[in-house]
Nanobody, 124 residues
Framework: QVQLRESGGGLVQAGGSLRLSCAAS????????MAWFRQAPGKGREFVAA????????YYADSVKGRFTISRNNAKDSVWLQMNSLKPEDTAVYYC?????????????????WGQGTQLTVSA
């Protein structure tokens, strides 16, 4: 059974930093591209960042480029999202997702597995 478990969400002031973690189990992690998506209240789920299966290629939404960094460790079956210079508009539930094609799609339908999400709230 594939499981993606996010952690690290919380409440942070604008300008602050936080790191989200996603631990994977039940899949051959090194074969999957991994991504973070987010969903703000009343809005659809949107792409945040992705990293290819072997790690050298990363992709970011324009809204987070230069502030967020995605990274992975295939030996630990884990992916992280380091978030700096946080803004109130970053407030959302953040989801970890796994893509078996390994490339790192920006669209939700590229991902077979999803975590339950972790809440990030950024106060002004």
């Amino acid at each position: 059974q594939v499981q993606l478990r996010e952690s690290g969400g919380g409440l942070v002031q604008a300008g602050g930093s936080l790191r989200l973690s996603c631990a994977a189990s039940g899949l051959t992690f090194k074969n999957y591209a991994m991504a973070w998506f987010r969903q703000a209240p009343g809005k659809g789920r949107e792409f945040v960042a992705a990293v290819s299966s072997r790690g050298p290629d990363t992709y970011y939404a324009d809204s987070v480029k230069g502030r967020f960094t995605i990274s992975r460790n295939n030996a630990k079956d884990s992916v992280w999202l380091q978030m700096n210079s946080l803004k109130p508009e970053d407030t959302a539930v953040y989801y970890c997702a796994a893509d078996p094609l390994g490339a790192g799609s920006r669209t939700m339908n590229g991902y077979d597995y999803w975590g339950q999400g972790t809440q990030l709230t950024v106060s002004a």
